[in-house]
């Protein structure tokens, strides 16, 4: 038989009971629906979460004072002041593995200009600093090494600060007071939105390290270090070498703990991004319960069909229709029903997942291969559930299927 003859018949069957074949299809409709919507949010969730990371800054470790233990008391990290610029500059120069390496030290303040303030993160550090972070300009640009080694009063702002204090201003140029202390702002940094831990990165002030320590905090020691990799690959390395160096510079006989913490954020990426991995699988897996639920519906409803036209099969077995034709045509129309459904489940699917993310605010990127798979699996399901009522409407015999009521 003609396959274009087998589509005919079979979309003249479905045809016949349109209400039923629309509520077969249902089941389909939501499975694949349901999986690209699911797969969508996933994506998006990873998505954020990788870039909220990468702002941070490129190849990074996070060195931090403490991690000690005195008295029989364990320290966690930050809780001594044990770093000292020093040691980030030994960083930078000696291994090779470190790109940069960037000193810092942060004090909450009040930051006055003209009748506004506006409480902020004051972080002092080096030029360094914006190459590390890979924190880009929007207008002016960092302080110099010359501002650092002179304590010159200068300041680089985020974007809700200047947004606080200068509206809609450009805030290069401007005096702001720190704690009482006047700083000319020379630079208004990017936009960089929410860290991972979700605090704004754009509520800051950077001022040169030795400003911050010399002028308002009155110390010497910093509260991290930033240290830049190479390479991704080579931020492992960099980390043992750290920690080697360390303990030549703090002397720290074998045996002893460790009074600094180095925390890989290339490990703290990959973690996140297996943990949004599994989010999707599980999400995705969930929603393919619909699909299995749709296929026995298809199932069910191809089995009343062959009940319903057994005496249709005998009367096309007795003019010459073989039994893979038979096979054929409820097969067809099984997959017709299924891919009819898939084709509407995607639409539905990318419609769900453009309303998911216009109304509850949420991230959704949708990929050609959840499509692409949904709509595969919409078609083996067809098949699968229809192969069982294909095979037995082919099996009926002839002088039984013509005599039936």
Do not use: C
């Not at 274009?4 to 018949?9: C, E, G, Q, S």
């Not at 009040?110 to 303030?117: C, E, F, T």
């Not at 297996?274 to 089995?303: C, D, E, F, H, Y």
């Not at 949708?366 to 409407?393: E, W």
């Amino acid at each position: 038989m003609n396959v274009l003859m087998v589509f005919k018949i079979a979309g003249r069957a479905l045809a016949r009971n349109t209400m039923r074949s629309v509520l077969t299809m249902l089941g389909i409709i939501i499975g694949v629906a349901a999986v690209i919507a699911m797969v969508a949010v996933g994506q998006g969730a990873k998505a954020q979460i990788e870039s909220q990371i990468a702002s941070i800054g490129s190849n990074l470790l996070m060195v931090f004072p403490g991690s000690t233990t005195q008295g029989g008391v364990h320290a966690g990290s930050g809780s001594v002041t044990t770093l000292t610029e020093d040691d980030a500059f030994a960083i930078q120069k000696e291994l090779s593995s470190v790109r940069m390496a960037a000193p810092s030290l942060r004090n909450v303040a009040q930051v006055v200009s003209a009748n506004q303030n506006w409480s902020t993160a004051v972080t002092g550090s080096t030029p360094d600093y914006f190459v590390v972070r890979d924190w880009s300009f929007e207008s002016g640009g960092s302080f110099t090494q010359s501002d650092y080694d002179g304590a010159t009063k200068v300041a680089v702002v985020g974007k809700t600060v200047a947004t606080n204090l200068f509206g809609s201003q450009d805030p290069v140029g401007q005096i702001i007071r720190i704690q009482n202390v006047p700083f000319k702002i020379v630079g208004l940094l990017a936009p960089k939105g929410q860290s991972a831990m979700g605090q704004d990165q754009d509520d800051t002030v950077i001022v040169p390290l030795s400003t911050l320590q010399k002028r308002i905090m009155g110390v010497t020691y910093v509260q991290a270090i930033m240290v830049s990799a190479n390479s991704p690959e080579e931020t492992v390395t960099a980390e043992g070498e750290i920690q080697r160096l360390l303990h030549q510079r703090h002397h720290i006989p074998p045996g002893q703990d460790d009074d600094f913490t180095v925390r890989n954020m290339t490990d703290i990426a990959a973690a996140a991004e297996a943990s949004s991995q599994i989010m999707t699988l599980l999400l995705g897996s969930i929603a393919s319960v619909s699909l299995i639920v749709g296929g026995i519906g298809i199932m069910n409803i191809m089995l009343v069909s062959v009940t319903e036209r057994t005496r249709e099969i005998g009367i096309r077995m007795a003019v010459g229709a073989r039994s893979r034709d038979i096979l054929l045509q409820f097969l067809v129309e099984a997959v017709v029903l299924s891919l009819a459904g898939g084709v509407l489940g995607v639409i539905l699917g990318v419609a769900s997942s453009r309303i998911i993310s216009a109304f509850v605010h949420w991230p959704t990127i949708i990929s050609f291969g959840s499509i692409l798979l949904a709509s595969f699996f919409s078609v083996a399901i067809g098949v699968f559930f229809g192969l069982y009522p294909a095979r037995r409407a082919a099996s009926l015999d002839p002088i039984e299927a013509l005599r039936y009521e």
